[in-house]
């Protein structure tokens, strides 16, 4: 089984960074895709990031790009979301993924971030 644990969420000001951190237990990681998405007070999970297994291929949603950066430690088991310039509608759970192929893949329980204006 495997199991995802994020932490670096908080409570930041506009304009402010906050970097996120994800290890995976129970499975190598670095054959997978892994990710990150969000998930704000009323509204539907979204995709924020995407990392592919050689860390050389990302995605961002383009509400994101410029200001995050995603990255991969396979050695770590690790996947980073580094938040910068964050604005009051960064605001939202954050949540942590990893795939096999075409699997559903796993989700982490997830970080609180919030940015106050």
């Known amino acids: 089984q495997v199991r995802l644990v994020e932490s670096g969420g908080g409570l930041v000001q506009a304009g402010g960074s906050l970097r996120l951190s994800c290890v995976a237990s129970?499975?190598?990681?670095?054959?997978?895709?892994m990710g990150w998405f969000r998930q704000a007070p009323g509204k539907e999970r979204e995709f924020v990031a995407a990392?592919?297994?050689?860390?050389?291929?990302?995605d961002y949603a383009d509400s994101v790009k410029g200001r995050f950066t995603i990255s991969r430690d396979n050695a770590k088991n690790t996947v980073y979301l580094q938040m910068n310039s964050l604005k009051p509608e960064d605001t939202a759970v954050y949540y942590c993924?990893?795939?096999?192929?075409?699997?559903?893949?796993?989700w982490g329980q997830g970080t609180q971030v919030t940015v106050s204006s």
């Open positions: 990392i592919r297994w050689t860390g050389s291929s990302t």
């Open positions: 129970g499975r190598a990681v670095s054959s997978s895709t």
């Open positions: 993924h990893v795939m096999w192929g075409g699997s559903p893949g796993y």
